[in-house]
Nanobody, 113 residues
Framework: QVQLVESGGGLVQPGGSLRLSCAASGITFSTSSMGWYRQAPGKQREWVATATSGGALTYAASVKGRFAVSRDNAKNTLYLQMDSLKPEDTAVYYC???????WGQGTQVIVSS
């Protein structure tokens, strides 16, 4: 059974940082391309970043330079380091095994003073 479990969300002030984690089980994590997505209130879910099995990292323009995606294949865990957070980063953040319908349940991030 595939499980993707996000954690690390919370309330942070503008300019602050958070680190999200996505613990995976039931998949061969080391050979899986993994992505982060987010959905803000009243908006469609959007792609944020991807870490391929080969180590390539790609980002949406809105987060490039502020967010960093990484993975620890030994721990079957995907990370998203989020710095210089803005109110518009407020959303539920999800991880996904790329090109599949395997999603986590999401973790809420609120950026507000």
């Amino acid at each position: 059974q595939v499980q993707l479990v996000e954690s690390g969300g919370g309330l942070v002030q503008p300019g602050g940082s958070l680190r999200l984690s996505c613990a995976a089980s039931g998949i061969t994590f080391s050979t899986s391309s993994m992505g982060w997505y987010r959905q803000a209130p009243g908006k469609q879910r959007e792609w944020v970043a991807t870490a391929t099995s080969g180590g390539a990292l790609t980002y949406a323009a809105s987060v490039k330079g502020r967010f960093a995606v990484s993975r620890d294949n030994a721990k079957n865990t995907l990370y998203l380091q989020m710095d210089s957070l803005k109110p518009e980063d407020t959303a539920v953040y999800y991880c996904r095994k790329s090109h599949t319908n395997y999603w986590g349940q999401g973790t809420q991030v609120i950026v507000s003073s």
